[in-house]
């Protein structure tokens, strides 16, 4: 008889890279439950000494929902245990891509995101006050994992998953002001801009800022008013991974990883996968 699934079991899965058995387990399909399962994870990752450093929002671009059978974005937090922070940007004198280890994961995929730092919570759910409130902005590579076995799930099963989040390589930060000082001109920037994925110089992916929500500014004033719906509000100081500008690629030993942007200069991390 299968058993409902445990926070636990979750967090021990994910922690060690590992699938679990469909048929041991009941189906999720309750976002309530999800939720539930997620913040019970969080309560234990902050017993056992980590600390939230923001959120990853998952499922931002629409063109990948038919693929996953997921079709509304689902958010999970980013830990100090899970967020490295690349020393320079690829290309830069010195650089040296972040090397990572795909076997700590469970089916382990990249994707390209566009990662923005809060000084302040959103006075609204808009875009215009998410980048109010923004410090500085930044590009990153986010690497997502699937606990379910061929990345089958339901909505609520990846939001339980911890947003299916295994870790966040983020570049360096620019301010915020470096987009431009009319808010408009700083949403229609991060909406036009391009990105290229390349696995060992080869390109793989393309994608655009406006596949997020309409723009990375506006996922996040999604996110937003759902924490708000909730009783909850965005901490001050927080990072939000933005959501991938492309469909994620699966990873493998020996591969290496980068990105070309166009349309702003955000300077990006290398990744070595071994």
């Given at each position: 008889m299968?058993?409902?699934?445990?926070?636990?079991?979750?967090?021990?899965?994910c922690d060690?890279?590992?699938?679990?058995d469909?048929?041991?387990?009941?189906p999720?399909?309750n976002?309530?439950d999800?939720?539930?399962i997620?913040?019970?994870?969080?309560i234990?990752?902050?017993?056992?000494?980590?600390?939230?450093?923001?959120?990853?929002?998952?499922?931002?671009?629409?063109?990948i929902?038919?693929l996953?059978?997921?079709?509304?974005?689902i958010?999970?937090?980013?830990?100090?245990?899970?967020?490295?922070r690349?020393a320079?940007?690829a290309?830069?004198?010195?650089a040296?891509?972040?090397?990572l280890?795909?076997?700590r994961?469970?089916e382990p995929?990249?994707?390209?995101?566009?990662?923005?730092?809060l000084?302040?919570?959103?006075?609204?759910?808009?875009p215009?006050?998410?980048?109010?409130?923004?410090?500085w902005?930044?590009?990153g590579?986010?690497?997502?994992?699937?606990?379910?076995?061929g990345?089958?799930f339901?909505?609520?099963?990846?939001?339980?998953?911890?947003?299916l989040h295994?870790?966040?390589v983020?570049?360096?930060?620019?301010?915020?002001a470096s987009?431009g000082?009319?808010?408009?001109?700083?949403?229609?920037r991060?909406a036009?801009l391009?990105?290229e994925l390349?696995?060992?110089?080869?390109?793989v992916e393309?994608?655009?800022?406006?596949?997020?929500?309409?723009?990375p500014?506006?996922?996040?004033?999604?996110?937003?008013?759902?924490l708000r719906?909730?009783g909850?509000?965005?901490e001050?100081?927080?990072?939000?991974?933005?959501?991938?500008?492309?469909d994620?690629?699966?990873?493998?030993?020996?591969?290496?990883?980068?990105?070309?942007l166009r349309?702003?200069?955000?300077?990006?991390?290398?990744?070595?996968?071994?």
């Open positions: 299968p058993e409902p699934l445990s926070a636990a079991t979750m967090l021990d899965a060690h890279g590992r699938s679990l469909r048929a041991r387990f009941e999720l399909e976002l309530a999800a939720e539930a997620q913040t019970s994870i969080a234990a990752r902050l017993a056992r000494g980590e600390r939230q450093a923001g959120y990853k929002i998952g499922f931002t671009n629409r063109s929902w038919p996953y059978g997921v079709f509304h974005p958010w999970a937090p980013v830990w100090n245990a899970t967020l490295i690349a320079a940007a290309g830069e004198p010195n040296a891509p972040v090397a280890e795909a076997a994961f469970a995929r990249i994707e390209p995101e566009i990662v923005v730092g000084r302040a919570a959103p006075a609204a759910d808009t215009q006050a998410v980048l109010e409130a923004a410090d902005i930044a590009h590579l986010e690497i997502v994992h699937s606990p379910y076995p990345w089958r339901t909505a609520a099963e990846a939001f339980a998953a911890q947003g295994g870790a966040l983020l570049g360096p930060p620019l301010p915020v987009l000082q009319a808010a408009a001109q700083a949403l229609a991060l036009a391009e990105v390349l696995c060992d110089g080869r390109m393309r994608g655009r800022g406006a596949n997020v929500l309409d723009g500014m506006h996922a996040i004033a999604h996110l937003s008013r759902e719906r909730r909850r509000s965005i001050p100081g927080s990072l939000i991974s933005t959501g991938t500008l492309t994620a690629r699966p990873i493998g030993a020996g591969q290496r990883w980068e990105t070309r349309g702003i200069d955000l300077p990006g991390p290398a990744l070595d996968i071994r």
